[in-house]
């Protein structure tokens, strides 16, 4: 089992900055994939980005390319998600989520991720 806690949301005005942070616990964290997806009212839980277990392979949603970085630290067991010039469109509960599946793509479908956190709401307001 990993056990993964997120912290960090909260309200922010559009064009401003949020970093999220999600710590892992149960198992060897450097063998996940670590994703943060995230769930709009009334939408589908979406990809938000991912990184592998070296931190050498990044991959990001097109909607938040160039706003979001995805970074880990494997002595502290976390992953961090920084985002800046947030829109509003970018309000939902954000979650943290480790998976192995790295194949093809495999981390961005939500069917492939075996851990879930409980999610951290951002709100973006105008």
């Known amino acids: 089992q990993v056990q993964l806690v997120e912290s960090g949301g909260g309200l922010v005005q559009a064009g401003g900055s949020l970093t999220l942070s999600c710590a892992a616990s149960?198992?060897?964290?450097?063998?996940?994939?670590m994703d943060w997806f995230r769930q709009a009212p009334g939408k589908e839980r979406e990809f938000v980005a991912a990184i592998s277990g070296s931190g050498g392979i990044i991959d990001y949603a097109e909607s938040v390319k160039g706003r979001f970085t995805i970074s880990r630290d494997n002595a502290k067991n976390t992953v961090y998600l920084q985002m800046s010039s947030l829109q509003l469109e970018d309000t939902a509960v954000y979650y943290c989520?480790?998976?192995?599946?790295?194949?093809?793509?495999?981390?961005?479908?939500?069917?492939?991720?075996?851990?879930w956190g409980r999610g951290t709401l951002v709100t973006v307001s105008s």
């Open positions: 149960g198992r060897t964290f450097s063998n996940y994939v």
């Open positions: 989520a480790a998976t192995q599946a790295f194949y093809a793509g495999a981390y961005k479908h939500p069917n492939n991720i075996p851990y």
